[in-house]
């Protein structure tokens, strides 16, 4: 099984794509799971998509998303909702348009955040809801959030709690994929 974990954060050691390297170890046997990244997406425009067609940082993308089982989103919470780098990114990767069913149609996904505050992402990953719907995604009933993620992610290492309430939630995870 392949799943693909993208991270909403464009900094190389947020919170959030530090989540995405923890779910690749973690990972069940049997299970891989391919931290992805929205580096090298450009801001969605029109007049560009029909210039110069689909960026290739989208191409390679959807191509990993299509050829996976499963999708973790993993977002952090920017003024209490997703970034703007994410939204921008699930826009283009449904362009054109008949891309949006192969990509995200009734695929497996799950939504996870990390944050330094109180309410590990519930606003972002609340807000994220509306455009996965429209999308047309499998959503798995439980969420990944973490707070106060730099006391429990450190130079040091990952908490050991942390690491449990991970573990857990991406092995129901792979269940929920695997019941389709």
């Not at 949006?100 to 996870?112: D, E, I, S, V, Y």
């Not at 990952?158 to 991970?166: G, I, K, M, N, W």
């Amino acid at each position: 099984m392949k799943i693909i974990a993208l991270s909403g954060s464009l900094r190389t050691q947020s919170f959030n794509t530090r989540v995405t390297q923890l779910l690749e170890v973690l990972a069940p046997s049997g299970v891989e799971v391919n931290p992805a990244t929205l580096h090298g997406i450009p801001l969605y425009d029109a007049d560009v998509e029909e210039s110069d067609g689909i960026p290739a940082a989208v191409t390679i993308l959807r191509d990993q998303i299509k050829a996976s089982d499963g999708l973790v989103i993993v977002t952090p919470e920017y003024n209490a909702g997703m970034p703007g780098v994410l939204k921008n990114a699930l826009d283009w990767l449904t362009r054109p348009g008949d891309e949006l069913k192969p990509t995200f149609g009734g695929r497996p996904t799950a939504l996870a955040g990390a944050t330094p505050g109180a309410w590990g992402t519930a606003l972002a990953q609340s807000g994220a809801l509306i455009n996965l719907r429209q999308l047309g995604v499998h959503l798995y009933p439980a969420y990944l959030r973490i707070s106060r993620a730099h006391m429990k992610m450190t130079d040091e290492g990952v908490e050991e709690e942390l690491r449990e309430q991970a573990r857990h939630w991406l092995t129901g995870f792979v269940e929920f994929v695997k019941k389709g």
